[in-house]
Nanobody, 115 residues
Framework: QVQLVESGGGLVQAGGSLRLSCAAP????????IRWYRQPPGKQRESVAT???????YYADSVKGRFTISRDNAKNTVYLQMNSLKPEDTAVYYC?????????WGQGTQVTVSS
């Protein structure tokens, strides 16, 4: 079964930027919508941004204007560019499809924003 691999997280100061990557080697990635999720400490997983197979994008209100989702179908990779990061963006970030989840959950990538 295809395993999604998230990467690019790290520790950054408030106002900084990070770019996350979600790769699915060898999968039919390009024909499905992909969504970035995050799970803040002690909270439930929430949706952050979605990109359709055709390139339409959708964002949670909390990240609009700061985050940009994009995809490179040739590389089977979806990106999340995160700018103007805030401490409340601290979370483990995951990628998957919208419900029903098509892939098993990966390990995620930790994003920590210090104030």
């Amino acid at each position: 079964q295809v395993q999604l691999v998230e990467s690019g997280g790290g520790l950054v100061q408030a106002g900084g930027s990070l770019r996350l990557s979600c790769a699915a080697p060898g999968s039919a990635f390009s024909i499905t919508s992909i969504r970035w999720y995050r799970q803040p400490p002690g909270k439930q997983r929430e949706s952050v941004a979605t990109i359709s197979s055709g390139g339409s994008v959708y964002y949670a209100d909390s990240v609009k204007g700061r985050f940009t989702i994009s995809r490179d179908n040739a590389k089977n990779t979806v990106y999340l560019q995160m700018n103007s990061l805030k401490p409340e963006d601290t979370a483990v970030y995951y990628c998957n499809t919208p419900l029903p989840y098509r892939f098993p959950w990966g390990q995620g990538t930790q994003v920590t924003v210090s104030s």
